[in-house]
């Protein structure tokens, strides 16, 4: 009935914009149906009055936190409405729900609460999208999403909910039904969608008059004898199990074909510095021919992480995640004041410059190495939670391309903090 998810600053622009249905913008969910959209409706609009972004901006300046691109900045509580609450009480126990999750997180801590009532399958259910606080000891606020979200708040999370709820309904909900998610519970959106889907499928029948008995044509007990032997939970499995193959192989193509892109850069820059140092010869000083090839190299390098930024957002695209941020290019420092033979003094200027132009490259470099991480620890959990041994194929063939480009280290730390993240809740 209840699950939740992290996510990091890279995320936020594509979830805000499937929160609140933002104008102008291409939905990647192709289940809503726009004609009902109006009837989604945000709990959080009078204790958070701000566009989303900008108030969470604002509050992350107030927070300590650790720096890091990979991050995560705020989780989202989903709440599917169960069965047994009444239609008439739809928005009351959705507006019961956004009471107690901000009482409990905080309202000033609350992004926005939105209610999706125009996705297929008929699935009411609630994004409670909070920014993970907490306050230590001598009263700092830290981000900190491992520590409010941990296993002890997961594990107490629907009983608690369950209390708060039936209180404020004033009759019993199934918030916690004992089942566990490997037995069918805590289901996520998509997959509820899908048991929707199938059971309109299933033949309705014919009712007796004066009975409550259904009787079925031979057709219609036909198909109730297939889909029996298919088994509902088992077709969702393997449809779902498919639909991530082919998302992840994709992932893994991607990165394929960037070792081999880097290659051949790699390849035409070393043709670069050949020209470059031929030029430099020519200067007649070795602190001259220091500065052309470190220029003309910074240059190229420089082109690199444009292209591979534009890859990056193909990736991202991939997993269901997108990547917005622009690498800044600059292009107001002026050379015509460099004398032809460099002294000394000069040459030490020239050395500050380049210092200030490659620091920025080598940072970006950082960051896209820890892209390629967060692509490969998704392969990784894939990998860890199938049992289909074209799942382990494709890790090991990830596993071979990124440990020529990342220390090995490093990618099992990467590894380990994903594993202790990807905590799976019980209903």
Not at 265 to 271: G, T, Y
Request: net charge negative.
């Amino acid at each position: 009935m209840a699950h939740v998810e992290k996510y990091i600053k890279a995320d936020i622009t594509g979830l805000f914009i499937h929160y609140d249905r933002s104008p102008g913008h291409s939905l990647s969910n192709k289940d809503i149906d726009t004609s009902r959209t109006y009837l989604n409706y945000n709990l959080a609009d009078q204790d958070q009055p701000l566009p989303q972004y900008p108030f969470l901006s604002s509050r992350l300046k107030q927070l300590k936190t650790n720096g890091r691109k990979n991050q995560n900045v705020v989780c989202d509580w989903i709440i599917t409405q169960p069965q047994d609450v009444k239609d008439e009480d739809s928005h009351r126990f959705f507006s019961a729900a956004y009471a107690y999750l901000s009482e409990k997180y905080g309202k000033k801590n609350t992004v926005s609460c939105y209610v999706h009532m125009d996705e297929i399958g008929n699935t009411p259910h609630m994004h409670f999208c909070f920014i993970p606080v907490e306050v230590l000891e001598d009263g700092t606020e830290k981000l900190n999403a491992k520590a409010v979200i941990n296993r002890k708040e997961l594990q107490s999370f629907h009983k608690d909910l369950q209390k708060a709820m039936d209180e404020a309904m004033g009759y019993h909900i199934s918030i916690t039904s004992g089942i566990t998610a490997a037995q069918g519970g805590n289901k996520t959106i998509s997959q509820l969608k899908e048991e929707t889907a199938l059971k309109k499928d299933l033949p309705q029948g014919k009712k007796k008059i004066l009975s409550s008995d259904t009787t079925y044509s031979s057709e219609e007990n036909q198909k109730l004898q297939d889909l029996a032997a298919d088994g509902i939970a088992y077709r969702i499995e393997k449809e779902a199990i498919t639909a991530e193959k082919q998302r992840l192989s994709g992932s893994a193509k991607v990165i394929n074909d960037k070792v081999r892109q880097l290659q051949q850069k790699e390849a035409d820059l070393k043709a670069d510095r050949d020209i470059t140092e031929a030029t430099a010869k020519a200067l007649g000083a070795s602190s001259a021919k220091e500065y052309a090839e470190l220029h003309e190299e910074n240059i190229q390098l420089h082109e690199a992480v444009q292209k591979l930024q534009d890859d990056i957002h193909t990736i991202a695209g991939n997993i269901g995640s997108e990547i917005m941020k622009e690498i800044p290019v600059q292009t107001d420092i002026d050379y015509s004041n460099v004398p032809e033979q460099p002294s000394g003094s000069v040459m030490g200027v020239i050395q500050n410059m380049i210092r200030k132009i490659v620091d920025p490259i080598i940072k970006q470099f950082q960051e896209m190495k820890e892209t390629l991480l967060q692509t490969y620890t998704s392969i990784h959990l894939f990998s860890i939670r199938s049992d289909d041994p074209e799942a382990r194929n494709l890790k090991e063939e990830a596993t071979e391309m990124i440990s020529g480009l990342i220390p090995k280290n490093e990618i099992q730390d990467a590894v380990d903090e994903a594993e202790y993240d990807n905590t799976w809740t019980y209903r």
